[in-house]
């Protein structure tokens, strides 16, 4: 799986430049290269919620392309995004008993050490877990989840692929999908889903 947003955008600094003064070319170039990254980045965060990952990236670059002007300022839109989604991710559980907790975590390990090798250490743990729960699905229903959860193939893409029929590629993601939640839910918790979001912000 990918930990990191990968390489920078080639001259990012001038996209962000033509971005802040209206242009919505340099905007959609900026968006294509970071959309799919973030969206990997948030889905398991929102336990495979297709319809909440979409929701929270439309509601960010919609807010950024209101606030366009202000992209001239960012020097690295790769943790400006990041940053934004570990926030959206934290608003989503404002209603959980474990926010709290989670934020005084945070504050914590922030603001007091500087260190970010605690974060890294957490977001390798899970990452980790995340594996094991793939690893331990069936070769067919695995691979059927790869294929839609990684390589963001459809229903029917994967179904033409494996020569399968498109009912048996929904039970298969189905069951993937239901057993690696399950496998997060009794491995990980909520504060450590929310707690990981902030490793993004301080990634490269």
Same mark, same amino acid.
């Given at each position: 799986?990918?930990?990191?947003? +990968? $390489?920078?955008? =080639? ?10 003064? +209206? ?20 889905? *398991?965060?929102?336990?495979? /919620? ?5 929701? #929270?990236?439309? %509601? ?11 992209? &001239?300022? #960012? ?20 209603? /959980? =008993? ?11 390990? $922030?603001?007091?050490? +500087?260190? &970010? ?14 594996? =094991?729960?793939?690893?331990?699905? *069936? *070769? ?13 193939? /459809?229903? %029917? ?9 498109? &009912? ?22 909520? $504060? ?13």
């Amino acid at each position: 799986m990918e930990s990191k947003v +990968g $390489t920078a955008l =080639k001259e990012e600094l001038l996209l962000l430049q033509e971005a802040s003064a +209206g242009s919505r070319a340099a905007y959609t170039t900026l968006y294509t290269f970071y959309l799919p990254k973030l969206y990997k980045y948030i889905y *398991p965060f929102v336990r495979f /919620s297709k319809e909440d990952t979409e929701e #929270i990236l439309h %509601d960010m670059f919609m807010k950024i392309w209101e606030r366009k002007e202000d992209l &001239s300022k #960012i020097k690295s839109f790769n943790s400006y995004l990041y940053s934004m989604a570990r926030n959206k991710l934290i608003n989503l559980h404002e209603h /959980s =008993k474990v926010k709290q907790k989670a934020i005084e975590y945070i504050v914590h390990h $922030t603001d007091t050490t +500087g260190n &970010s090798a605690d974060h890294n250490f957490i977001y390798a743990q899970y990452q980790e877990v995340m594996k =094991k729960a793939i690893d331990a699905l *069936p *070769p067919k229903r695995k691979r059927v989840f790869e294929m839609s959860t990684f390589e963001e193939l /459809s229903q %029917d893409q994967i179904a033409n692929e494996l020569q399968i029929s498109k &009912s048996m590629v929904k039970k298969q993601l189905y069951s993937a999908t239901r057993h690696v939640k399950e496998y997060l839910l009794l491995h990980t918790d909520l $504060t450590a889903f929310i707690v990981l979001c902030i490793a993004a912000a301080i990634r490269k």
